[in-house]
Every structure is written in C-alpha cells, then in structure tokens.
T-cell receptor, first 112, second 114 residues
C-alpha cells in the first residue's frame, strides 16, 4: 500500500469554481502534513502546512482528519493561475527522521 | 527563495557512463535530500544527509551514491548510468536546526540516459 494516495484527477474547472482535493495516508504515526504545488516542469513549492484544527490561507482551506487518516484541500474562487499539480505530502515520523512521502499529485486546470 | 541551485540543469548521457549531479545551498542548512520524480510516481527519496559526511539511504537508493564533504554541497552520483535512471532529479533542504519536515526544493536536473 502506498504511503500517500491522492485523487488521480485531472480536474478541469471554470474560473470562480470551488474545487476540493482529497488524500489519504497510511502511517498513523505521521505528524506533519502539507500541500505542495508544482507547475509544469518546475520544482514543487510549499503551498501550506495542514494543522489538526484545519487552517485557511486566503482562498485555500486545508483539513486534517486523523481518525480517518484523511487530508483535504479546498480552493475557492478558482483563478487561472491556480492551474498546477497539487501534491499531498506526509511525514514518516515513527520511521525515518525528516522523511517525507509524496502523493502522485492531482492535476488542476482552470479554464476561462 | 531558499538559495538552492542544481547543476547541471539538463544532461544527456549514455548508458554505462558515470554522472554526478550537484546541489548547492547558500545558507548552511543541515538537512539535504535527493529525490527523483517520474510519471506515475510521486517524488521518491534517493538519499539524504543530516550533516557533513552523514548520509543515509532513501527508498530508491540502488545505483546511486552521495557525498557531502561541505555543508553547502550535496553530490549525487550515478556510478554507471542506466536508462531506468532517466528522470528529473530534485534536491531539497530543510531549513530547521532540527528537522522540521518542511522542505524546499531546487529547480531540478533533467537527466536522460540513452
């Protein structure tokens, strides 16, 4: 079983739409959770950390459900510039220090 | 900008040749990582380092070696490149004094092995 599983996508939405991505992780000892964004042929960039109580950064809201080992990312009022691949990332605490596990990513295209 | 550079940015080589990729950081961070990214796979950890001369294997370390003789440089070597090592290679750093699990990535190296 993969450490991190994501919706395969792709998601194609119009500008202004709300879109949600989901992710599950297998290691119940994991303590750190992130969403990264990766543009085509570029490096992954940290979008936001995910905290137990849920957190928001502008149009982006992240939620964590430890009991279900489930993470979500909600994007409101989608912009053309949100088009990218979104990576769900979980640490492997309980195994190797500082080791992160990456989902395969969910591709989002926002069209005008 | 985490001050990470990778060189070369693109390389084409032939099967059986040795290849060394360089990751350079400007801010003396302790933790450095090498990943590869392939279609159908997430980023996969090859090797990582938690200090000068301190390195360990990741999940896909076969065929790769690393060295860290200076804090700022982390080298990845393919001793004898194979076509299965065609990939995009990313270096990353953790900016914490202890590992914070928040990693920042370099721009990547596209390697093609013919």
């Amino acid at each position: 079983r993969k450490e991190v599983e994501q919706d395969p996508g792709p998601f194609n939405v119009p500008e202004g739409a709300t879109v949600a991505f989901n992710c599950t992780y297998s290691n119940s000892a994991s303590q750190s959770f992130f969403w990264y964004r990766q543009d085509c042929r570029k490096e992954p960039k940290l979008l936001m950390s995910v905290y137990s109580s849920g957190n928001e950064d502008g149009r982006f809201t992240a939620q964590l459900n430890r009991a279900s080992q489930y993470i979500s990312l909600l994007i409101r009022d989608s912009k053309l510039s949100d088009s990218a691949t979104y990576l769900c990332v979980v640490n492997g605490r309980g195994s190797t220090l500082g080791r992160l596990y990456f989902g395969r990513g969910t591709q989002l295209t926002v069209w005008p | 900008d985490a001050g990470i550079t990778q060189s070369p940015r693109h390389k084409v080589t032939e099967t059986g040749t040795p290849v060394t990729l360089r990751c350079h950081q400007t801010e003396n961070h302790r933790y450095m990582y090498w990943y590869r990214q392939d279609p159908g796979h997430g980023l996969r950890l090859i090797h990582y380092s938690y200090g000068v001369k301190d390195t360990d294997k990741g999940e896909v370390s076969d065929g790769y070696s690393v060295s860290r003789s200076k804090t700022e440089d982390f080298l990845l070597t393919l001793e004898s490149a194979t076509s299965s090592q065609t990939s995009v290679y990313f270096c990353a750093i953790d900016t914490g004094l202890t590992s914070t699990d928040t990693q920042y990535f370099g721009p990547g190296t596209r390697l093609t092995v013919l």
